[in-house]
């Protein structure tokens, strides 16, 4: 089965650019006081470890209160939402769950 990106891009960006795009976030209109959030690292090898599983894809989503979250998904080698397997959602949030000490976020 071919990949799921034919090539394959380079996901890789530097600390620097990471810790300006966190940043940009914190200082823009969208902010709603939350960095992001933890997703359990045993939850998200099960996403990527059912079959023909390729990757992960993300949406943003609302939560009944009225909170940002994102959803994942796993993502077929065709490109199609594994919409009958594993979704993730209900991460950790940051805060309270951060790493204060992070440049990404307080750089």
Known sequence: ??????PV??????LEEASEM??????????NG????CFDKAAVQQLLDQQDCEGLRYYYGVN???????ILVGVTAENK??????LL???????????DDSPLVSG
């Open 64 to 70: 009944s209160v009225n909170e940002n979250v994102l």
């Open 34 to 37: 939350f960095n992001g959030g």
């Open 22 to 31: 966190t940043a940009r976030y914190r200082n823009g209109s969208l902010f």
């Open 89 to 99: 959602e209900m991460s950790v949030p940051c805060p309270n769950f951060c790493d």
């Open 9 to 14: 891009p380079d996901h890789d960006i530097s």
């Open 81 to 86: 939402d594994m919409v009958d397997g594993r």
């Open 1 to 6: 089965m071919p990949p799921l990106f034919d």
